[in-house]
């Protein structure tokens, strides 16, 4: 599926390590990050995810929330935002059926092979449900959290 931006951003409904359950429709109102990546405590994965938790404080005075989603499990999840103190929820889609949704599920390269798994991608959604900007493919995960901060910046202006 194509995710562009100005169209209403697919539903979703996802446990986090927790068992609670997070929904698009509940944070109506916010300005969402929402980031897909393809496993905790993988070096790709930790680097986006730690750069996530150093501008974490940044995000919120802009009053939005950041969410990560995987296919990893609630253990999966528990272990990881322990041990390096992530301070926003990651989110469980082990059927990749949010994924897919948003495009984050699919055909890849990797290696020169193709292959069928999570596609490191994020999607920034408005405080109404719509789609303001969302990337495909994230090519370097480290600094890609300053890029979303760096759009979002701009959207107060």
Not at 61 to 90: C, I, R, W
Request: charged share 25%.
């Amino acid at each position: 599926m194509s995710i562009e931006a100005g169209q209403p951003a697919p539903d979703f409904s996802l446990p986090d390590a927790t068992g609670t359950i997070h929904s698009l429709k509940q944070y109506q109102g916010k300005t969402v990050v929402l980031y897909f990546y393809p496993k905790d405590d993988t070096p790709g994965c930790t680097k986006e995810a730690c750069s996530f938790r150093d501008l974490s404080e940044d995000f919120a005075q802009q009053d939005v929330v950041v969410l990560g989603v995987s296919p990893d499990g609630a253990e999966d999840h528990q272990a990881f935002t322990q041990k390096f103190k992530l301070p926003f929820p990651l989110l469980s889609d082990e059927n990749h059926n949010v994924m897919s949704a948003y495009g984050a599920y699919g055909e890849k390269m990797m290696y020169g092979k193709v292959k069928i798994g999570v596609i490191r991608s994020t999607t920034i959604i408005g405080p109404d449900g719509t789609v303001l900007k969302h990337w495909k493919k994230v090519p370097k995960a480290e600094a890609h959290p300053a890029k979303v901060l760096e759009f979002i910046s701009t959207l107060s202006k």
